[in-house]
T-cell receptor, first 114, second 112 residues
Framework: GQQLNQSPQSMFIQEGEDVSMNCTSS?????WLWYKQEPGEGPVLLIA?????ELTSNGRLTAQFGITRKDSFLNISASIPSDVGIYFC??????????????FGKGMKLTVNP | ETGVTQSPTHLIKTRGQQVTLRCSSQ?????VSWYQQALGQGPQFIFQ???????GRGNFPPRFSGLQFPNYSSELNVNALELDDSALYLC???????????FGSGTRLTVV
């Protein structure tokens, strides 16, 4: 199935460090979403981006919707141990019948050493 | 009750059997989607229901089917289970299209 190119695939950082991850696509999306998934749980929405060029923050998280509509990045500043998890980008795509489907990246596994 | 609830949390089935997974969405969430997440991968879109009608489908065979009910609950049915169907199945609901979907914790299906 279709997946976005998400990088890096994993990161090991020290508590307090910043981390960046990005997502690229060959297709245009009108909405970009960033999710975090912890073991045994479903993805939890972190940030939603609706306009090309939009820069949005949610606490220590900042995300941007690329002006080409084919990419997005997420930054986490001053990481803490509870930031550990898998981060997914998702583009919202219109599918047949007027439905909307989320196309996900493969995820970025973040490990934070205290 | 807020949030999306899925049941059961874990399930083991034998190849060839049929399975029904259930999802209870938030009140007012008239759009529900089902996703399959294989180990180490991002979720893959199976299909979406809007006001009890299927209105979009991903690259999954017809043995994957679903239902959505007026009380904001829904089902995913899979017939003739195959080993590759082993995955985490996620239900996601939304009240407004494109404004972020709330996911349940998923059902971990193992086919042996």
């Amino acid at each position: 199935g279709q997946q976005l190119n998400q990088s890096p695939q994993s990161m090991f950082i020290q508590e307090g460090e910043d981390v960046s991850m990005n997502c690229t696509s060959s297709s245009i999306f009108n909405t970009w979403l960033w999710y975090k998934q912890e073991p045994g749980e479903g993805p939890v929405l972190l940030i939603a981006l609706y306009k090309a060029g939009e820069l949005t923050s949610n606490g220590r998280l900042t995300a941007q919707f690329g002006i080409t509509r084919k990419d997005s990045f997420l930054n986490i500043s001053a990481s803490i141990p509870s930031d550990v998890g898998i981060y997914f980008c998702a583009g919202v795509n219109s599918a047949q019948g007027g439905s909307e489907k989320l196309v996900f990246g493969k995820g970025m596994k973040l490990t934070v050493n205290p | 009750e807020t949030g999306v609830t899925q049941s059961p949390t874990h399930l083991i089935k034998t190849r060839g059997q049929q399975v029904t997974l259930r999802c209870s969405s938030q009140s007012g969430h008239n759009t529900v989607s089902w996703y399959q997440q294989a180990l180490g991968q991002g979720p893959q879109f199976i299909f979406q229901y809007y006001r009890e009608e299927e209105n979009g489908r991903g690259n999954f065979p017809p043995r994957f089917s679903g239902l959505q009910f007026p009380n904001y609950s829904s089902e995913l049915n899979v017939n003739a289970l195959e080993l590759d169907d082993s995955a985490l199945y996620l239900c996601a609901s939304s009240s407004d299209r494109g404004h972020g979907y709330t996911f349940g914790s998923g059902t971990r299906l193992t086919v042996v």
